[in-house]
């Protein structure tokens, strides 16, 4: 296997105030890798970092491209869709308009078309709501479009942060059965950053522990899951 | 009676005109949340260059078409040298930005046509429309005008791939970022559009009010009144505002003593104020509703 992603020595500041250290971490293509950590450990910087939406040096190569100094919506054209905390939906608009904007930089009406189909497939709760202001769906409803509209521009790489935020345990269930669904069958590589270190471990092939900006344990999904450290400070056992 | 009618008819005329600015507003208002107070100056200076063309011997509508054209590209030009610079720029900055633009056009436009009243000829004539005396063709030709621009403007936002950009990058910037769409591009877009929208007010008001190159300053006004009674979220609350604003304008001017054409004016102010002291939002603006 090849690696998609490579990240090394990632610095990045928010202001004058240095969020990451140095990250160093690397995905496998195909994979499904988790980046665990506690509040303000620099999760969700690295996925922004990553698509250059604050301030950062060191290197990114996506699939041999540096990302350095493309801008956002050119990272986002090399095939990277990332779901935000927040989700990113555009909630005055309706559901099917959200899911056109995921492929807004895509040229196959057709296809387009065919892939609306495949997502209300795999939610079919969005097909009862297509014409629904996205803002007006529940939470979790609101999260799997926010999934939908980052498959609507079939990417090679999908960053999630923290998909569970304020789900309801059952529908993060439901959520992470599709994500690996998505990442086996559409191979789809995921970096999916999670508090639900338990079930972000079931998932993943690989998980990455990240501390105040600086990765300080990495291995199989396994592995973290056994280790006494990560038990005790992630998992609570 | 026929004086009732005959003033929310002419009224409906003039609405047109501030339906127009007001959409125009509201373009770069959605864009930018700026309100943009060379709106009207730009339109002004678009009419000089109708003029011009008409001058040199171009028949109206290919002038039309050229003016348009023209304001498109001078919108998108205006929005990448002076305002994508002061992007991240606090208000401040922007309202000086749009003083200076005003001050620029409006100087430019005296030196190169000078400060002389001229007549802008109307495509439609000014005789009896439908021989009624309650409006003339020209009304009746702004007001038909309006209501095709409206339609295009619906279809384009409703209907296009980058109609559906646009609208996403005006609500949601960071997230329209991140589905790959330009918004800095988006903005232009809109400035272009905007610029080309005030350029159709320009030449359709300019044989009513005569050119020259103060021309637009109490229509703009109208505008913002009209943009603000609507919503300045809302393009469809931009246009009924303006016709709302039109017939209120006539109707005051008529039946309240006193008031006449000198006052006119005041009371747009004053309508300003009232929407924003009763019903900040306008009548179709959201409210902006947040989930915490």
Redo the contacts between chains.
């Keep these: 296997m090849t690696t998609l992603l490579n990240v090394r020595d990632l610095r990045a500041y928010y202001g004058q105030v240095q969020a990451l250290h140095g990250l160093e971490f690397e995905l496998r293509e195909g994979s499904m890798t988790t980046l665990l950590g506690a509040n303000g450990a620099g999760k969700t910087t690295t996925l922004r970092a990553i698509c250059n939406m604050i301030r950062s040096t060191g290197s990114i190569e996506f699939e041999g491209n540096k990302l350095g100094s493309r801008t956002t919506e050119n990272i986002v054209r090399l095939g990277i869709a990332h779901v935000p905390q927040g989700r990113g939906t555009f909630t005055t608009l309706t559901v099917e308009e959200n899911l056109q904007l995921g492929a807004i930089t895509r040229k196959d009406k057709a296809a387009i078309a065919s892939d609306i189909e495949r997502m209300y497939d795999h939610f079919p709760v969005l097909k009862q709501r297509y014409l629904q202001q996205a803002g007006t769906l529940s939470g979790g409803e609101q999260q799997m479009l926010a999934v939908a509209r980052a498959l609507m521009l079939r990417p090679r790489l999908m960053l999630l942060d923290e998909p569970s935020f304020g789900l309801a345990p059952l529908i993060v269930r439901d959520l992470f059965k599709i994500l690996g669904k998505i990442n086996r069958e559409d191979k789809v590589t995921i970096l999916v950053v999670e508090q639900n270190a338990q079930l972000a471990l079931e998932l993943a092939d690989k998980a990455y522990v990240i501390e105040t900006g600086r990765i300080v344990m990495s291995g199989t999904a396994d592995e973290i899951a056994n280790n006494e450290d990560v038990r005790k400070s992630y998992l609570g056992y | 009676m026929e004086l009732f009618t005959n003033q929310v008819l002419a009224g409906i005329a003039t609405g047109a005109i501030y339906a127009c600015m007001a959409l125009a507003v509201v373009m770069i208002y959605q864009a930018i949340d700026h309100l943009n107070f060379a709106q009207g100056e730009m339109a002004m200076f678009s009419t000089f260059v109708a003029w011009q063309l008409m001058q040199w011997g171009l028949p109206y509508w290919v002038a039309f078409v050229l003016t348009l054209i023209f304001s498109f590209i001078g919108g998108i030009v205006i929005e990448r040298l002076l305002f994508k610079p002061l992007a991240k720029a606090p208000v401040l900055t922007h309202v000086a930005g749009f003083i200076a633009l005003f001050a620029i056009i409006n100087s430019v436009a005296g030196l190169l046509w000078d400060f002389t009243i001229k007549q802008f000829p109307s495509p439609f004539g000014s005789s009896p429309f439908l021989g009624s005396q309650l409006i003339s063709t020209h009304q009746a030709g702004m007001i038909f005008v309006t209501l095709i621009l409206l339609v295009l403007l619906f279809a384009f936002f409703r209907y296009t ?1 980058v109609g ?2 646009m ?2 990058a005006a ?2 910037p ?10 800095g591009w988006m903005i232009a877009l809109g400035w272009g559009m905007a610029a080309a929208i005030g350029s159709i007010a320009g030449m359709l008001i300019a044989p009513v009010v005569f050119l020259e190159p103060n021309m637009m300053g109490g229509v703009l006004i109208y505008g913002f009144a009209a943009a603000v009674v609507g919503g300045l979220s809302s393009p469809l609350g931009a246009v009924v505002g303006g016709f709302l604003v039109g017939i209120f304008e006539n109707l005051v001017g008529t039946y309240i003593p006193g008031v006449g054409n000198e006052l006119k004016l005041p009371i747009a102010l004053a309508l300003i104020i009232t929407v924003l002291v009763v019903k900040p939002n306008g009548l179709f603006g ?1 409210a902006i ?1 947040k ?1 915490v």
């Design positions: 791939r559906l950009a609208r996403a609500s949601m960071e997230s329209a970022r991140l589905v790959g769409i330009n918004t959201r509703v989930r």
